[in-house]
């Protein structure tokens, strides 16, 4: 496929059930990283993926009269029940979800999919679902990583899924202040597409963006790989309509304020346990005229490191700011359309600067001063060009390394730069020895993507031999990697969010005595409990 110049003109695409991305692109595992998995010791399964048919879905239990009452909301067309529809709502796409999929497992579908088409019907199935205690799953890009969409439904007389395909609009938008309100199903390119109409863009970029959308950026408090310029997208957002059970939260009125505690920051990172957002007002930036993206090697991660904290702390910030680790660098995750196995030795850095000539340029004059003065070699634009190029292109792996009898998962944390050694380290460890003792030695890759004048993420990817249940290999090796962060002062999530998996961590994080304050706005926005059941804390 040709590449796109710029992410407006990637389409939005329909993913397969357990496939990423657009189905056009099929990407095959190059011999050298075959070679590579076969030293893990990964062997092809004798039996590949359940074919689509095969999967056995429970069946749908809604009373009719529920039904009706969903119906009269949404429009009988709007209210969907059958099989494709219930089996591309089924949880979201971490790889144990794609695992379950794949064996043929989908007994979390829901029992039915609902696709309002404004914020009234949104509070309309709200008071129906709450009648009938039939619990609800927002749904918008369907990208979560974490367990998000596979809530604990158990005590329910059912569940839905809210899908926000249909509120797919920029409202409107204001030029002079810079800011745009997204309704909240609009996908990521569509999202560019939309501004770019107008010469501005979000500037929000992360992994997901093929799929992810602007109500579920809000919800998990997304961050982007160009946050080191556009900023986090929970630091865009000036304003947010969320509909509940109880009513409307409607909230930023003013660019900033004294008003009390900043109540956006409690529906961001909600996770839809609050309510449903249906749109976010967002502070937008001229579309860059240029962009400039570019490579550096240094001798170890902890030198690059360093470097990228002088640039955090005293600037300039380019737009785009990572480091790979020595194994990511060595087997080139900058560049996966080349082929796993193809690095060279160090860490490679990516910088990438967009915006007016003039700011472009003046911007990498400063910022390579100082990476060199750090320590750094310049690898000219070729490096830089191909993450660019290759950015979306990781997910796409997942799916032959899967087939060929790989486990490959993500993990992240973030802490301040006087802990980012140990904490790398600490989990590293943690994966290492979990996944040694299943007998099914790791390689562990790490990389800095997001950096912060007081500390940097930390993100893992692990790759190994699929064990005979690799849904529970990988769950103990991520309890014991979730507990390393914890123990080491690290935060449970930096940017995938809660959801399930990282429940118990986020309690022990923030401590029971905030948690059960959360628990209190839930029970007061919604009484019954219904959104998201069990997602982000217990109840």
């Known amino acids: ?63 009719d009269r529920v039904m009706q009452e969903l119906a009269d909301v949404v429009g009988a067309e709007h209210l969907r029940t059958d099989r494709d529809t219930r089996l ?104 560019e597409q939309l501004l770019r109409a107008h010469g501005f863009t979000l500037g929000h970029f992360p992994q997901s963006y093929e799929g992810a959308s602007i109500g579920g950026y809000a919800a998990t408090r997304s ?8 900023g986090r997208f929970d630091e865009m957002v000036t304003g947010i309509t969320m509909a509940t059970p109880s009513g409307t939260v409607e909230l930023g009125s003013a660019p900033s304020s004294a008003a009390g505690p900043d109540l956006r920051q409690l529906v961001l990172g909600s996770e839809g346990t609050l309510g449903v957002i249906t749109s976010v007002t967002v502070r937008v930036r001229p579309a860059p005229a240029e962009r400039h993206y570019e490579g550096w090697r240094f001798a170890s991660f902890a030198e690059g490191a360093d470097a990228l904290r002088r640039l955090a702390q005293d600037g300039p910030l380019p737009t785009v700011l990572r480091l790979s680790d020595e194994v990511e660098t060595s087997i080139n995750l900058a560049d996966p359309a080349s082929g796993l196995g193809n690095g060279s030795g160090g860490c490679l850095a990516i910088t990438g600067y967009e915006g007016t000539a003039g700011d472009v340029a003046e911007r990498r004059a400063a910022a390579s001063a100082v990476l060199r003065e750090a320590g750094g070699t310049e690898l000219g634009s070729e490096p830089g060009e191909a993450w660019r190029r290759g950015r979306y292109h990781a997910p796409y792996l997942r799916d032959p390394l899967l087939g060929a009898g790989a486990l490959v998962e993500t993990l992240e944390t973030a802490t301040f730069w006087s802990n980012l050694h140990p904490l790398r380290q600490a989990v590293t460890g943690a994966l290492q020895r979990s996944l040694e003792a299943a007998g099914t030695p790791p390689l562990v890759l790490c990389h800095i993507s997001h950096v912060y004048e007081t500390g940097a993420s930390l993100y893992f990817t692990v790759v190994c031999a699929q064990a005979t249940d690799p849904v529970e290999q990988w769950s103990g090796a991520k309890d014991t990697a979730n507990e390393a962060i914890r123990a080491a002062g690290g935060t449970i999530t930096h940017h995938h969010g809660v959801g399930i998996d990282h429940r118990e961590g986020y309690v022990d994080e923030v401590g029971e005595l905030a948690a059960e304050a959360l628990r209190a706005v839930k029970r007061t926005v919604d009484p019954a409990g219904i959104l998201n059941p069990g997602v982000l804390i217990a109840p």
């Open 1 to 63: 496929m040709t590449e796109p110049a710029t992410e407006s003109d990637l389409p939005v695409v329909d993913m397969h059930p357990y496939r990423w991305g657009n189905p056009q692109r099929h990407t095959e595992l190059p011999e050298a990283a075959l070679t590579a998995l076969g030293q893990l010791g990964v062997s092809a399964p004798q039996a590949g993926p359940a074919e689509l048919d095969d999967i056995t879905l429970p069946p749908a239990g809604l009373p």
């Open 88 to 191: 591309r709502h089924t949880r979201g796409w971490s790889t144990p979800d794609l695992l379950k999929l794949r064996s043929g497992d989908a007994a979390d579908a829901p029992d039915a999919v609902a696709f309002p088409a404004d914020h009234e019907q949104v509070l309309f199935l709200l008071r129906v679902c709450t009648t009938h205690r039939i619990a609800i799953v927002p749904f918008s890009g369907g990208t979560s990583v974490v367990g998000g969409l596979a809530p604990e439904g158990g005590r329910f007389n059912g569940t839905i899924t809210l899908d926000l395909s249909r509120l797919d609009e920029l409202v409107t938008i204001d030029p002079v202040s810079r800011t745009a309100t997204l309704q909240a199903g609009v996908r990521g390119p569509r999202a």
């Open 223 to 230: 961050a982007g790989q160009a946050s080191a310029g556009y």
